[in-house]
């Protein structure tokens, strides 16, 4: 029998062919495509990897006018489908023509559903023939059982995933042409709307809103330190004083005090449990804290799940079930770099592994389930992988025990509390080091005693706005309210990036997010509640379990849609004259020191640069500094008179600049010398993707350039290096500070490096004439390649 196989992607495809072949698969072309063939018990096989979607849906051509298409026809309007992959395509029908069986082993959640189905569609073959391979993990156990227990594709799963990008086209489209329209955004400057992307965008700018309101009033805190044996420091018991005079009466009354009385000292053991398993939302937020972004996590879960490293990454489920063995991936673990922990775990007489609260029946929690080492996977991979498990080990380590203690004492009737904390067994904390803990040992002290007092003190502190979201808390925030799903969360987050809505780490809106949600919220309110799209999203998984069909949501979406269009058609006029004003009062740098209009941000094809209102009767214009981000002030040039921007780079030192960048102030804030080949200014430079280096200011008849540290501020010396004649700057990092002339090949620099080589030698001769056993080598090779990186990129 011949039987065709059908993957997502090819990478997932190769992997399968290896597996199922035991590495005796073989690879050809067709068209361009690759097939992977190979035979297995008297059985010819072929595989195929899709590359995700291959059928999009979008409108008619004689929709795409923004201009002659009224919305509500794209809300009514059924979307037509379009082959992005057509050799694909031919290629899958040449195949099922010559096969008798076709197994579908696409990715088992909804878009992998409906990603292998809209594949089979098209090659005009019975559905109801196919065969479908569920697995969790792309090893040899998981894929072997898999084949061995075929089952049929899920079309109620695939109809949700479908029913979602038919609802999402929808409001995309409509609302988007819509805003846009109304605010003269259009072309380039397009300004979207999404089903999910606004109510997220909204949580962003509104807490940017609360924090920029914020108006932070004083309160007082007291303390008393005491002293037995060492000191410590206590509470009072009604902080915070949110009145000065009550905290000072407080204070008259303790200041002649010596000691303090021990009324209650209570010591107890406690146990602390695991954390639960790892579910998709939880992967990304404690990924975020390690610096990946929730896209880039995702992105590579997805390649360590297909490399086989890690279960499949999208899942809800926080329970392990009961048919996955965790001894046998410890035992796995065994020959990786967690050796040592895996072998501690697998001592116990019994593995209880931690559970949270939601258990689903599609995969597991995500999880390793095969061993990797530092040199097998290299920055984010192993980053991530080492992430993933060690939050397996600490699932299936003991509990951690802490000692809590209870202290209170009395000062002259006044209560003063301090909880001491101490780890007396580190269980699973020693596994999963991520989350850090403060230990606060206490003096043994018994009820009754006397404690001396040493000194007190009234602090007044100024309450804190709330914080700005991170993605990882985003995204958490994201599945309470039930926005998007576990597959779409971060994609929703970058994709608020990619249309410029928000900026920076911490989730900062740019003017048009925060214009687009003022306005929505004022006239249109529905578009940024959750409530709506959370009832859209319980009823997609409806549509899993059969409760309701795709037509029936699409039809309730619709209506709703249709609501909203009327809202905003009725109000968008005031919609786009609030988007348009606000934009412009954003984008607004200054006065124009030639004709008094208004200095702008213009946003164009070509790019982003300053110019002026009164264009084109003034053409005065300025370019934009390159990779930056950009903040106005009130700052006027001494020289010029012409507006600063604040300009912050990553890695660089603040700088208010005048916006001209031939103004006399510039020239001289970053010219560092005379060039040694042509005589003129070397000036600091940035590239077109933000590295500063330097370069000469007679280019292109002198094309001298040297390079710079990326890090740091850049102190300009007005000194010429005695062995080359380059100029010498002194580097400020933190509080270390380094000269050096910028020349990589002059010659001081190489004795610079040896003579630190040198010195680092004999001081690691020494130390090992000292100690009998020093560090690990593989951390001297790490730190040694990690050296190497940072001097390449600089």
């Not at 579910?279 to 804290?289: Q, R």
Request: aromatic share 6%.
């Amino acid at each position: 029998m011949r039987s065709l196989i059908i993957s997502e992607k090819s990478n997932a495809a190769a992997r399968i062919a290896t597996i199922l072949s035991n590495g005796k698969q073989k690879k050809r072309n067709a068209q361009g495509i690759p097939v992977f063939e190979f035979e297995r018990d008297g059985d010819e096989f072929s595989v195929v990897g899709l590359r995700g979607h291959i059928v999009q849906l979008d409108y008619p051509k004689e929709m795409r006018d923004w201009e002659r298409t009224d919305p509500k026809d794209l809300v009514r309007t059924e979307p037509i489908k379009k082959v992005t992959a057509g050799r694909l395509i031919n290629v899958l029908k040449d195949l099922s023509e010559e096969s008798e069986e076709i197994i579908m082993a696409t990715d088992y959640d909804r878009e992998g559903e409906l990603i292998g189905l809209e594949a089979i569609r098209m090659l005009d073959v019975d559905t109801s023939t196919i065969k479908r391979a569920k697995f969790s993990a792309l090893t040899k156990h998981e894929r072997e059982t898999a084949f061995n227990e075929l089952t049929v594709p899920d079309e109620r799963l695939a109809d949700s995933a479908e029913t979602r990008q038919i609802i999402d086209l929808a409001w995309g489209a409509s609302l988007t042409r819509l805003i846009s329209l109304s605010s003269g955004q259009t072309g380039h400057n397009f300004l979207s709307v999404g089903r999910v992307q606004s109510p997220t965008l909204s949580l962003i700018v509104d807490r940017h809103l609360e924090i920029e309101n914020f108006i932070p009033e004083p309160y007082w805190l007291i303390s008393s330190t005491f002293k037995k044996g060492k000191q410590f420091k206590a509470n009072h018991a009604d902080n915070p004083f949110k009145e000065r005079d009550k905290a000072d009466e407080v204070m008259e009354r303790i200041k002649t005090a010596e000691k303090g009385e021990v009324v209650v000292h209570d010591v107890k053991e406690n146990d602390e449990y695991p954390p639960a398993p790892f579910n998709t939302t939880m992967m990304l937020a404690e990924a975020n804290k390690i610096g990946i972004s929730p896209a880039r996590a995702m992105k590579v879960a997805e390649d360590l799940y297909t490399d086989g490293f890690i279960s499949y990454p999208r899942t809800d489920n926080t329970v392990y079930p009961r048919s996955l063995s965790l001894k046998f991936i410890l035992e796995r673990l065994r020959e990786s770099e967690f050796k040592k922990e895996a072998e501690e775990i697998l001592s116990q007489e019994k593995i209880r592994p931690s559970r949270g609260r939601t258990q689903t029946t599609d995969h597991p929690p995500v999880h390793p389930v095969a061993p990797a080492t530092k040199k097998k996977l290299k920055g984010d991979r192993w980053a991530l992988y080492e992430l993933i498990t060690r939050r397996f080990l600490a699932t299936v380590a003991p509990s951690a025990r802490a000692e809590n203690t209870d202290c209170q004492l009395m000062v002259e009737g006044e209560r003063f509390e301090v909880k001491g904390y101490k780890i007396i067994f580190p269980g699973w904390r020693k596994y999963y080091t991520y989350w850090k803990v403060r230990e606060v040992e206490l003096p043994d002290m018994e009820v009754g005693e006397l404690v001396d007092l040493t000194a007190m003190d009234l602090e007044e502190k100024m309450t804190q706005p709330p914080s700005r979201y991170t993605q990882g808390t985003l995204i958490q925030k994201m599945e309470r309210l039930g926005l998007g799903t576990k597959s779409t969360r971060h994609e929703i987050i970058q994709k608020l990036y990619d249309r410029k809505y928000v900026d920076g780490a911490g989730l900062i809106p740019t003017a048009s997010g925060i214009a687009v949600i003022k306005s929505l919220e004022k006239h249109a309110s529905k578009i940024t509640e959750s409530e709506m799209t959370a009832t859209l999203e319980k009823d997609m998984e409806k549509i899993t379990e059969g409760d309701t069909s795709l037509d029936e949501v699409v039809k309730e979406s619709q209506e709703m849609l249709l609501d909203v269009v009327d809202v905003m058609q009725e109000h968008r006029d005031e919609i786009g004259s609030e988007i348009r004003q606000a934009l412009q009062e954003q984008r607004y740098v200054g006065e124009c020191n030639k004709c008094g209009g208004e200095l702008r941000i213009i946003r164009s094809r070509k790019g982003s640069f300053i110019g002026c209102s009164n264009y084109p009767e003034c053409r005065n214009a300025f370019p934009l500094p390159k990779s930056a981000k950009l903040e106005t002030t009130e700052e006027k040039c001494e020289v010029c008179g012409l507006p600063k921007l604040k300009v912050i780079r990553k890695g660089q030192p603040l700088s208010i600049q005048c916006i001209d960048p031939k103004c006399e102030t510039n020239l001289e804030r970053t010219t560092i010398g005379k060039c040694p080949d042509c005589g003129k200014d070397l000036r600091i430079l940035i590239s077109r993707n933000g590295k500063r280096f330097v370069g000469c200011s007679g280019y292109p008849n002198c094309t001298r350039t040297y390079p710079l540290y990326q890090r740091g501020k850049i102190n300009i010396l007005g000194e010429e290096c005695p062995e080359c004649g380059a100029p010498v700057i002194e580097i400020l990092s933190g509080r270390r500070k380094t000269r050096m002339c910028i020349n990589p090949d002059c010659p001081t620099n190489e004795k610079k490096g040896t003579e630190k080589k040198e010195k680092k030698g004999t001081e690691k001769k020494e130390k090992k004439g000292t100690e009998k056993k020093e560090t690990p080598k593989k951390g001297k090779k790490n730190t040694v390649k990690k050296k190497e990186k940072t001097e390449e990129d600089q």
